[in-house]
């Protein structure tokens, strides 16, 4: 709750209706979990190297060895990657033999993301 009582006026403290408004807009806030899960998110998503790997998963499952191959990056690098990816909800995975296979848990990311940056 933003104040308790309307009668505060003067200069530079909110009215009765400021206090109102204040209120309503702070209870259309996400609760601490979401905001924070969506802070990992975009955590998550800020690094290019991650960013590439949602690019590269666009194109449908991939396993780790061949993400490996198209970054030109070590397994134990690529590995890190994905699973701040994974644990942000961003990926899906199966193991198949030693190889673990990659997907997006949302098809359109790419699209949202480039939305949200108006990327050509």
């Known amino acids: 709750?933003?104040?308790?009582?309307?009668?505060?006026?003067?200069?530079?403290?909110?009215?009765?209706?400021?206090i109102e408004n204040l209120e309503?807009?702070?209870?259309?806030?996400?609760?601490?979990?979401?905001?924070?899960?969506?802070a990992d998110i975009i955590k998550a998503l800020g690094d290019p190297t991650r960013l590439k790997i949602i690019y590269l998963l666009k194109h449908g499952e991939l396993c780790v060895c061949e993400i490996m191959a198209i970054l030109d990056k070590p397994q134990p690098t690529v590995s890190h990657h994905l699973n701040l990816l994974k644990n942000a909800g961003l990926l899906k995975w199966r193991k198949e033999g030693v190889w673990i296979h990659y997907k997006l848990s949302n098809p359109k990311l790419p699209e949202n993301l480039k939305e949200l940056v108006k990327n050509p």
């Not at 104040?3 to 009215?15: L, S, V």
């Not at 309503?24 to 969506?38: C, F």
């Open 24 to 38: 309503r807009i702070l209870s259309e806030i996400p609760d601490e979990d979401i905001i924070q899960k969506n």
């Open 1 to 18: 709750m933003i104040m308790k009582a309307c009668e505060i006026n003067g200069q530079d403290k909110p009215n009765c209706n400021q």
